[in-house]
T-cell receptor, first 114, second 119 residues
Framework: AQSVTQLGSHVSVSEGALVLLRCNYS??????LFWYVQYPNQGLQLLLK??????LVKGINGFEAEFKKSETSFHLTKPSAHMSDAAEYFC????????????FGTGTRLQVFP | AAGVIQSPRHLIKEKRETATLKCYPI?????VYWYQQGPGQDPQFLIS???????DKGSIPDRFSAQQFSDYHSELNMSSLELGDSALYFC??????????????????FGPGTRLTVL
């Protein structure tokens, strides 16, 4: 069975500081990995995804994530936080090949202080 | 660009009542997914449909049923509502057209959600 663990339900950074949101996954098959962002009272928006190929993936709004198989991790980073980055971030995994349902982590709420 | 439409956006019901949530996928998308997000929780997969047939099933209570219609819109029917059904219900859609890749590659586009409150 697949699962996702997001370390830290709340992360606070200053504007301009590095953003690091942690995600570890468990999967018995090669996974597809996703990061979604959810702004208040809105739906989920895909930030980036890893399927195959390059392990460092770049997404929207300056975010990127690196798939590290040896560490079963897919941490999300952004070099310089902006006030508009304040939101809830969800890491998700789906089993490759045979299913398209997403298994989400519990989310990390990012706060950005001026 | 057109997005996934969900209606209603907000719904208030009493216990033991029924509710119907509707989802209109992005045009030419053939797959619809339903997720339930409880307060402060992560979204949980409920059910999905591909070409009007159920394609996968998650933790959907027996009191809930869903279907996808010929125009690809989907409805989630919820009966005998309980307080614990209060949640944000997301619909997502994707297209399998021309991908030639394993199914899980199809990006899911999420709607804004329907917030159901059961009193």
């Amino acid at each position: 069975a697949q699962s996702v663990t997001q370390l830290g339900s709340h992360v606070s950074v200053s504007e301009g500081a590095l953003v690091l949101l942690r995600c570890n996954y468990s999967s018995s098959v090669p996974p597809y990995l996703f990061w979604y962002v959810q702004y208040p009272n809105q739906g989920l928006q895909l930030l980036l995804k890893y399927t195959t190929g390059a392990t460092l993936v770049k997404g929207i709004n300056g975010f990127e994530a690196e798939f590290k198989k040896s560490e079963t991790s897919f941490h999300l980073t952004k070099p310089s936080a902006h006030m508009s980055d304040a939101a809830e971030y969800f890491c998700a995994v789906s089993a490759s090949y045979n299913t398209d349902k997403l298994i989400f982590g519990t989310g990390t709420r990012l706060q950005v202080f001026p | 660009a057109a997005g996934v439409i969900q209606s209603p956006r907000h719904l208030i019901k009493e216990k033991r009542e029924t509710a119907t949530l509707k989802c209109y996928p992005i045009p030419r998308h053939d797959t619809v997914y339903w997720y339930q997000q409880g307060p402060g929780q992560d979204p949980q997969f409920l059910i999905s449909f591909y070409e009007k047939m159920q394609s996968d099933k998650g933790s959907i209570p027996d009191r809930f049923s869903a279907q996808q219609f010929s125009d690809y819109h989907s409805e989630l029917n919820m009966s005998s509502l309980e307080l614990g059904d209060s949640a944000l219900y997301f619909c997502a859609s994707s297209s399998s057209e021309g991908q030639g890749l394993p199914i899980a590659y199809n990006e899911q586009f999420f709607g804004p959600g329907t917030r159901l409150t059961v009193l």
